[in-house]
């Protein structure tokens, strides 16, 4: 345990640094005395971050002024180490930076990340959600709003009080970037503390469940039990392409999506005669500006899910590779 903020500077000399008002340093201090080895990991964290040539420290810092925002920095650092060791070039941004400043008038969307591969910009905003209830309230909004509009006005039960309190009042700033940059990838990153949400829940919001027919296990004889399946499998298949989805879908297949949409069950999947009975999110037409999603889960471990369903300037089936999903890949 530290005992005092000079403990802290001794330890920690670059978050030290970082934190430059010394009252914010006495503030975090006090709220994280007890858990010195957070505090360390952050500090560890900022030294991998100078050594993989992370620009945008120092600016990122700046907008640093209570525990919670510090918080969501470190999720920010997380983030941006997971993209240093996917080998983009990384600068964290402030909030007001003046490459997005809006023409008219002084309003700023920064992104808290941008990322360069080639001549790709992709820019990516960052959350940390501390439990199962913050993560579907969170996502719930996408179900229940025009992303255009700000998401403090949409009326979900829980979820105004939600951003609120994590300050979660535009992730999606598409709308408000400079117009060359709309035409880049957009990706939110999500760290999620909880550990009751997994991979196949996250994959079930966003894609959609994933139903199967099961075996023969009433003793039905097997020649009437195929016969009723490939009845049930015709109804399933004529039910998909009657779903307002299908269009999207049909799009999706033209731009490469295919085998990924099948794999997902989102194309009834005749290998394992699975299809998805429920759609999810990335299907409902509510996340058009959204390449695809990044998970950090409360292991570290990195999920990543690109949408097939955003709009034509930012579609492309090479988001896939964006991640590496090994261990050379995780914070």
Request: net charge negative; glycine share 4%.
């Amino acid at each position: 345990m530290f005992a005092t903020v000079n403990d802290m500077d001794v330890k920690c000399p670059k978050l030290s640094c970082l934190l430059k008002s010394s009252d914010v340093k006495i503030k975090i201090f006090e709220e994280n005395k007890d858990r010195d080895e957070e505090l360390l990991e952050v500090e560890t964290l900022i030294c991998d971050l100078n050594q993989l040539g992370c620009r945008g420290l120092n600016s990122k810092f700046d907008s640093v002024d209570t525990n919670e925002t510090f918080k969501s920095t470190v999720s920010e650092l997380k983030v941006a180490k997971i993209l240093l060791n996917n080998k983009y070039d990384v600068e964290l941004l402030s909030e007001k930076d003046p490459r997005f400043k809006k023409k008219k008038g002084e309003t700023y969307k920064s992104p808290d990340i941008i990322c360069i591969d080639n001549d790709s910009t992709i820019c990516i905003e960052v959350t940390s959600l501390k439990n199962r209830t913050e993560f579907e309230d969170f996502l719930s909004i996408f179900l229940s709003s025009d992303l255009t509009d700000k998401w403090i006005e949409v009326p979900v039960p829980g979820s105004k009080k939600l951003l609120e309190n994590k300050q979660i009042d535009g992730k999606n700033k598409v709308k408000d970037f400079p117009s060359e940059l709309t035409k880049n990838p957009f990706i939110i990153a999500i760290e999620i503390h909880e550990w009751g949400i997994n991979d196949e829940d996250i994959r079930k919001i966003l894609y959609g469940n994933i139903c199967c027919f099961g075996s023969n296990t009433m003793g039905i004889p097997e020649e009437a039990y195929e016969r009723s399946k490939l009845e049930d499998w015709e109804k399933v298949n004529t039910d998909v392409q009657t779903r307002d989805s299908w269009i999207k879908i049909q799009k999706a297949i033209s731009k490469g999506w295919g085998s990924f949409l099948s794999k997902y069950s989102l194309i009834p999947n005749s290998s394992n005669n699975s299809y998805i009975n429920e759609e999810g999110i990335f299907v409902l037409d509510k996340m058009d500006d959204v390449s695809a999603i990044l998970i950090l889960d409360h292991s570290s471990d990195c999920f990543f899910y690109p949408n097939p369903f955003c709009r034509d300037e930012i579609n492309s089936t090479e988001i896939t590779n964006f991640i590496n999903m090994t261990e050379d890949a995780e914070v």
